[in-house]
């Protein structure tokens, strides 16, 4: 069978031709950030350099990353301290995103938001005048499960947001799983459904679709995702930008999530191969979803053009 | 349209006169235990006197478990801390089922077996002479996510079993992943996929289900069920009892796990309203898992069959 998506042409390997044509007819760069700026806390070769010769071809830079542990200021201060000036304003994180979905969607301010995640969503829900409640504050928190002794949970959640969280344990997930399931109209809101993610340089570890999976696994419900590949927060950035998508290229390391968000944008799409994605897996038949260009790293941008 | 599954005939309430053909018609009763014999630490009423009485009947009776956390040595002095006299003999719990599933499949003596669950799954691999690792012991470990620094996994790990853990964290959870993903052939066992379970007798709490799909959430693979609703336990059953599946009622209080078990196997099939199924949910049209008959609690088998 032949459906649309085997029909789509194969991905052509960046080349100076292409650079040349993509800084041509592109006003923004999108880059998602793990394994595409970094790995870890370590800046991948090439960077800032590539980024400074696209800021003086007067492109916009925006950053768009799923990973929800920093908020957008603490985003801020990562990229200055490996030596990049990005300002907040550039910089759409999945916690973000979590924070300006309540906010489109006149989530009630009297409501709390039990947050299965670290401190970037609970930053930003602060900063929309929401109060979130759990998050690293229930990291040490055990369970009594005894004869006679209730689990209480605050009637008055309105919203659990999941993300990923280093200090995951029974106690929030008996406490998300309450709220979603006996507190009406609760909202599940899931930052993002990446399995793995590079928080640290050396190896991957499990993403927020972990956390994500184990709590549609005890509530048997599935998540509202406000980050990619969901195209909520493409609303947020044409707003603040006013480029059309189709003169935007999105920048990635992952099929499912930046490509297919890029694509589901109406965006140019590049993938690059120095983070989750290899080659091989790009190119496996089983592999539906096809950027437009790829590359093994964000520099080839510089190295291809020439001088 | 009309399927197979909706052509079934609707549950029977269980009356005076179909508890007499039940007992006529039926040499071994399978009971599930949380939701059926307890909540958590509380007999249900009228529990030991039901046994008594098929017992007195020269019923043979099984128990029947998903919940992974005891062993059967330790599900045996539970059933006499609750004036219950059952031998380990007549439990089938899903700890041993995972000890079974790799006993039968030659799992190789000198792999490990890593454990996200607790002791009793750690105590059926040691009775079958395997070696594991994991469970209770990982629970207070912390994760380090630092530049250079490696999180290290045992390469001899060839199987994990991922069962109902009130100590899951994220060391765990990285150290399940990187077995499964990164050991070849490591074999991913669940114990079951509940969604919850009555770990108190006043309230729900996350089941195996959660732990599980957690795993897959990170893994991006399925796991091999053991517990009910796969009828794998039904092998050892067989060997042991010699009635034919068919002589058997299977008696539960979830639909998607001890009914479709009872189904999958071949058995009569009692569903009790003591647990985690409502009347409501029996009958809501979404449900399409229909036992033959239904009644409030274990009881009453006695109180309708009359003096």
Known sequence: MNDGEDCAAP????????????????????????????????????????????????????????????????????????????SEEEIFSSSFAAAMFLKVHDFPREKKVYVIGEEGILEELELEGFTGLGGPEDGKKMVQLKPNCLFEHDKSVGA?????????????????????????????????????????????????GCMV???????????????KPSTFMMDFLLKKFQITTSRMCMVGDRLDTDILFGQNAGCRTLLVLSGVTT????????????????TSKVS????????
């Open 300 to 307: 080839d941008l510089l190295n291809l053009l020439g001088p």
């Open 279 to 294: 080659q091989s897996g790009l190119q496996d038949p089983s592999n539906h979803i096809q950027p437009e260009y790829y």
């Open 11 to 86: 991905p052509q390997l960046l080349s100076p031709h292409s650079v040349t044509d993509l800084l041509h007819s592109v006003d923004a760069f999108l880059f998602d950030c793990d394994g595409v700026i970094w790995k870890g806390d370590k800046l991948i070769d090439g960077v800032p350099q590539t980024l400074q010769m696209l800021r003086s071809k007067g492109k916009k830079l925006v950053f768009v990353t799923n990973n929800s542990t920093k908020s957008r200021r603490h985003y801020a201060k990562k990229f200055h301290s490996l030596g990049i000036s990005v």
């Open 213 to 227: 999976a184990a709590v549609c696994g005890s509530t048997q419900k599935e998540p509202i995702v406000v980050g």
């Open 160 to 208: 659990v947001v999941v993300g990923l969280d280093q200090y995951i344990n029974y106690y929030k997930l008996q406490y998300a799983t309450l709220c979603i399931r006996e507190n009406p109209g609760c909202l599940f809101i899931a930052t993002n459904r990446d399995a793995v993610g590079h928080m640290t340089d050396l190896q991957e570890w499990p993403g927020a």
